[in-house]
């Protein structure tokens, strides 16, 4: 199972975001689509961020909650990224380190997906 490739298990209905975007349209994309990530990419495709719930208490943490902060001033810049072609072997490595999201670019660095740890158990409960 370990030899598996990434593009079997990632998710290819993303949900994505500019970096210019305000937080309150962020966060009611999160609530309105049911995931707990959103990617953000600029103009081109190419992955520049990440937002997570958490970064959502970091911004109210900060003391600034306002609807129109750009989603760049709060967003998850540190992002690891995997390939399509990456096993799932190659994901024990950034999941042990608490990643949970994914996202996966391709060799031109366009985005093509996102693998999570949920779609790792689907994929084991699938096998079963």
Do not use: K
Request: net charge negative; proline share 5%.
């Amino acid at each position: 199972m370990t030899d598996v490739p990434v593009e079997r298990l990632m998710s290819t209905e993303l949900v994505t975001i500019a970096p210019g975007a305000a937080a309150a349209d962020a966060a009611n994309r999160m609530l309105e689509t049911g995931v707990s990530s959103i990617l953000v990419v600029d103009d081109d495709g190419r992955l520049t961020g990440l937002i997570t719930a958490t970064d959502f208490v970091s911004l109210v943490r900060r003391n600034d909650p306002d609807d129109e902060t750009p989603v760049e001033a709060f967003m998850t810049t540190d992002v690891v990224t995997v390939s399509p072609d990456d096993s799932v072997e190659d994901l024990a490595e950034p999941t042990d380190r608490g990643y949970t999201h994914l996202p996966v670019v391709d060799a031109a660095g366009q985005l093509v997906g996102m693998v999570s740890t949920t779609d790792l158990t689907a994929y084991v409960s699938e096998q079963r």
